[in-house]
């Protein structure tokens, strides 16, 4: 029944393609981005770079769809055909794209749409590995399935397309493996394999995690023959996208931090950058001494994965100085057990460390009511999204708007 879906999927990329939309991925150079973590911010920021440069270029991202600055399909959230439309929606966005005169695409490649067949058909010029993670294995059953839905995406590229790799992640040479494209890497550590692009960016970007996704982009933009000077310089002043560590001080001097973070190492990753940072108020340098606190909100979304809730249950205690255990988008699930099982494999010593509160409103109210000048708050897991879905029914909801509401 599934492999004649797929292949269903298989037929209608092709007919979408070629007899209804004039294969319009052909006439666009398209670059696919694919891993756990940073596709959003990675693909962001090469469709910013590109029009900086003055190109005409499209996005196609779990956050928004945008042709040549203007946006065509409202923000989605994270629910599985969210990162990468079907192939119908796909092929006549991208006959869009075509018509608005882009040159360039780049989009999130996820790992349901490969094992699926979306993508089936696209004329990828480039790829992109960023990582890999625990996450999706309510969908791909295993950790080996879900590397094999990944690897398709670089076994389906052409011997004239570029694939880019991280060389610092375990799985980044092996998705380079038996393909017939070019071979690339990027690295920041260098342990044991030299990475072909490793080198000192300037970014305003924060955390070891955005270091990659930058070095991505920059390697990205010299695989394109861009101008890298420019490419440098544009990257110094460029922002994150909206919900990845986006961040702003509030009067009394609480550094606030809104994160997509929804995996484990992604938590990690934000929650040890978190530490190192220096809040500012008004250009003011507000030191992170001893006594401020690290307070963390954050849940795990219901019907998706339910074996990483206890490990990311372990990470944000032991890495925080507060954890407030609340609600994601728990769908059709209990709030209260989703928590339950966040709480399963924490010692007597952590659960000192964690509050409890379900409404994820009323979590983010006594974040605000702990926190103290040098304090930071880190609201984990929703990041873009502007709902929160409860049995079935999405209600808007906006992690950063909730904040500014509060401190207002």
Avoid: W
């Avoid at 690295?187 to 970007?205: M, P, S, V, Y």
């Avoid at 992170?288 to 690290?294: A, L, Q, R, S, T």
């Avoid at 609600?327 to 010692?347: A, C, G, H, V, Y």
């Amino acid at each position: 029944m599934l492999k004649n879906l797929k292949l269903k999927r298989r037929i209608i990329a092709a007919l979408a393609r070629m007899h209804f939309f004039g294969n319009p991925s052909a006439k666009m150079k398209i670059i696919g981005v694919t891993g756990t973590n940073g596709k959003t911010t990675t693909a962001t920021l090469l469709y910013r770079v590109t029009k900086a440069l003055g190109f005409k270029a499209g996005l196609i991202s779990t956050v928004e769809n945008i042709i040549d600055g203007k946006v065509v399909v409202a923000p989605v959230g994270r629910a599985v055909p969210g990162t990468t439309p079907d192939p119908i929606n796909l092929h006549k966005l991208l006959n869009e794209m075509v018509e608005g005169g882009c040159e360039y695409v780049f989009m999130e490649v996820s790992s349901h749409a490969l094992d699926q067949n979306r993508v089936a058909g696209i004329n990828f010029a480039g790829g992109i590995f960023t990582n890999l993670t625990h996450d999706h294995l309510d969908y791909h059953k295993n950790f080996y399935n879900y590397f094999e839905a990944k690897k398709k995406f670089f076994k389906m590229l052409p011997a004239s397309a570029f694939a880019l790799s991280n060389a610092d992640d375990s799985y980044g040479l092996k998705m380079l493996e038996g393909i017939k494209a070019r071979k690339y890497t990027y690295g920041l550590k260098n342990q044991g394999n030299k990475a072909d692009f490793n080198e000192r960016i300037n970014t305003r970007l924060l955390g070891e995690f955005n270091a990659y996704n930058v070095l991505a982009v920059s390697s990205v933009c010299f695989l394109l023959g861009f101008d890298m000077p420019r490419v440098n310089k544009i990257l110094e002043t460029i922002d994150p996208p909206k919900g990845r560590f986006e961040h702003f001080t509030s009067k009394n001097g609480v550094l606030v931090i809104v994160d997509y973070a929804h995996t484990p190492d992604a938590l990690q990753n934000v929650l040890k950058t978190t530490k190192d940072i220096i809040p500012t108020k008004v250009g003011t340098p507000i030191k992170v001494g001893e006594k401020g606190k690290i307070i963390s909100v954050f849940g795990c979304g219901g019907d998706r994965d339910p074996l990483k809730r206890s490990v990311m249950g372990k990470i944000g205690a032991e890495l925080s100085d507060i954890a407030i255990f609340t609600s994601d988008n728990p769908r059709s699930e209990n709030p209260d057990e989703i928590i339950s099982q966040m709480k399963k494999d924490l010692t007597t010593l952590l659960l000192k460390k964690i509050r409890t509160i379900a409404n994820r409103h009323e979590a983010i109210i006594e974040a605000v009511k702990l926190a103290q000048k040098g304090d930071i708050i880190l609201c984990a897991g929703k990041g873009h999204e502007n709902y929160q879905e409860i049995k079935g029914v999405k209600h808007h909801f906006d992690d950063m708007e909730e904040f500014k509401k509060v401190y207002d």
